[in-house]
C-alpha cells in the first residue's frame, strides 16, 4: 500500500508520515499541489492525504487535475477550516472522506484504514472483519473455516454493515440499502435480522452495537475501546 | 425638556394659530352681525319718532303736543320692549312724554342714537332736533329698552357658537391627521430600523424615505456599511487567526501522540500526556472562538439562511459522535421525528455539536445522553444527559462566556453553551436549561421559531 501525504506543515507532515509508516505503508511526502500532481503522474497511490491550504495550487485544484486525469484513488482531504468540510460534504468534489484540523491521530489512522480498504474492496471480492470472512462473488461466509448459513436479506444486511465497518449506520439507510422496489421491510424487521445476526456472529469477535434511537455499528471486538 | 417631538412642534405650531385664528373671526363675525342688528333695530326704532312728529301741533308760535290716547297705545306698544319718549321745546319746556332724560349735547336734525340708562334699565335712545313749521325747533327723543335686541344677540350667538365649535374640532382632526399622515414615512422608517436583530446591517432602503428624511438615511447607511466593514475585517482577522492556529496545532497533537506511542519513562510519560491534554484543549479553544466569531453580528449574511430538515443535521452529528461517545462508554441515543427549520446549516451544526460535547464531558461513563428532536408550535432540539447536572443557581451564569462551574471535570473551556446562546439568538430561538424529569443529570432545550414565522429574507 502506498500513501501519498499532500501537506505543507512539516510538523504535521511528518508526524502523519511516521503514523502511516509504522504499520508498514509506504509513504511518500509532497508539500505542494505541483509536486503532488507530479509525483501523481509518475507512481500509484493507494491513498491521497491532502491539505486544503496549500501554497500555489490548492486542494481543490490538485483534487479536480487528478480526477481530470481519470485516477480513482481515494483522496482524505484535510481543512484547517469547517467552511471547507461543509463544501466537501455538501458537494460532489470527488473527495471521499474529510477531516477537520486538528484531530486525534487515532481517528486519522482509522480512517485511512476504512480508505484503504474501501479502495481493496472495489477490486476485491472479499470482505473481513475479525474471524468473519464474506466473498461477494461465490456469495458465501465463513466463520473461521466454518461455513456460515444466512439468507438473502441477512447476508444483504451483513454485507452492508461489513463494507462500512467502525461508521454508525441508520436503520432506514440499511432498509433502503437491503430492499428491493417491489417490497419494503419495516423497521422492526431490521431490528430482528439484527439480533439473529448477532447469534450467528457470536463466535466470530465482532459486535454490532446498536446506537439507540439511531441504527447499528458494526465493528472487531477487539478494537473495541475500553 | 430637552426631547422635542416633532409631532409635538408640529400641532403647536399648527393647533394654536389655527385656533386663535378661528376664535378672532368668530369674535369678529358676532361683532359684525351684531351692528347690523343693531342698525335694523334703531331704523325701527324711528318708526315711533316718525308717528310722533305727526301729532306735533303750533299753536301761537308755540309748538305743543297732541297726542290722542288711542294713537299712543298704537305707537308706543311693543312686543317686547318698553318704548318712551319726551318731547321739549327749543327753550327747554317740556312738552310731553314719558322719558326723562337729558338732551344729548351733539344733537342735531340727523337722528343721533346712544345707549344710556333709564329707570335702572339700558336703554337705546334716538335723539332728534325737528324744526316745526311757525314753532321753531323741539328735540324729539324716543327710547326702548334692550330685550329685543339681547333675545336676537342670544340667537346669533347660539347660531354662531355651533358651526365655530364644530369647525374647530375639524380643524383639530384634520391638523391631527394631517401631522400623522406627513409623519408616517418617519414612523414606518422607525419601525423598520427598530424590528432589525443588532447583526442586520444590511443599508436602510433610501426610496422609501421622504425627501426631507433621505439625507438622514443616507448618513446612517453609511454608518452601517462602516460599522459592516469593521464588523467584517474583525471577523476575518479572527477567522484567520482561529485557521492559523489550527495547522500547528494539528501537527503538535500528532507528534505527541506519536511519541507517547513509544517506550519511555512513567515521568516522561506523565509530562507528555499533559501536554496533549493542554495541546486538545488549546485546539478545542481555537475551534470555539472560531465558532464564536462566526456567530458575531456581521459575520452571516441573511442569505445563508436555508431550510433544513433537522434530522439530516443529527444523523451527521450522530455519525461524528456516536464513536466519540462509545470511547467513552456513554450511550448517546437519537429520539428524531420530523422537524424542518430555518437555519445557517454550518451554525446549527456546531449548535447540536456543542450541546453533545458538553453532555459527554459532564457525564460519567456508564451514563446516557440522548439527542432529542421534534416539531410542534416550535421546532425544538434537545439534548438531555443524567450526568452531573447544573445547579439551579448557575443556569444562566453557564450561558456566558468562560463561565465553567466551580470545580466541574471535563477540561471545558466554558465557551461551549456561550456558542449556543450565540447560535440560538441568530436564529431567533430560545435556550431553556432544566433537569430531566428524572431528575438527575442536565436538560438543554433550544426552541426555533416555526419555519414559517422566522423570515430569512
Known sequence: MRILIVEDDELLAAGLAISLALPGYAVDRAVSGEKALLSLGTENYDLVVLDIGLPGQDGFAVLRKLRERGLTVPVLILTARDAVADRVSGLDLGADDYMVKPFALGEFEARVRALLRRGHHAQSARLSCGRLTMDTLAHRAWLGDTQLGLTAREWGVLEYLL???????????????VCNWDEEISANAVEVYMSRLRAKLEPADIKIR????????????????? | MHTRSLRRLLLGWLLIPLLVLLALGSVGTFFMARNA???????????PMLALSQYIRVIHGKPFLNLPASAQNL???????????????????RLGGNLFLPIPARINDKPLFYNTAFRGRNIRAAALKMHVNGGGSVYLQVAETLDKRDHHLVGILAEMLAPAVIIALAAVLLVWFGVRRGLAPLQSLQE?????SHRDLRPVPEHH????????VVSLNALLARLNDSMNGQQRFLANAAHQLRTPLSGLQTQVELAL????TAELRVTLTQLLDATVRTAHLANQLLTLARAEPGAMSPDAMQTLDLRNVVEDAAREWVPRAMERQIDLGFEMENATLVGEPLLIRELLANLIDNALRYTPAGGSVTVRCHQADATV???EDNGIGIPESQREKVLERFHRVEGSPGGGCGLGLAIVLEIARIHGAAVEITAPPAGRGTLVRVSFPQSSAFSST
Open chain 2, 261 to 264: 506511542r513509544g517506550t519511555m
Open chain 2, 75 to 93: 305707537l308706543l306698544v311693543d312686543a317686547y320692549d318698553n318704548i318712551y319718549y319726551q318731547l321739549i321745546a327749543a327753550d327747554g319746556t
Open chain 1, 210 to 226: 446498536t446506537v439507540r434511537g439511531f441504527g447499528y455499528l458494526l465493528e472487531e471486538a477487539k478494537s473495541a475501546h475500553s
Open chain 2, 37 to 47: 342688528a343693531n342698525d335694523a333695530y334703531d331704523k325701527e326704532l324711528l318708526d
Open chain 1, 163 to 177: 463494507m462500512r465497518q467502525g461508521q454508525v449506520l441508520s436503520k432506514d439507510k440499511i432498509m433502503q440499502a
Open chain 2, 209 to 216: 424615505a421622504p425627501d426631507e428624511v433621505r439625507p438622514v
Open chain 2, 381 to 383: 432540539l434537545e439534548v
Open chain 2, 192 to 196: 423598520e430600523i427598530a424590528a432589525r
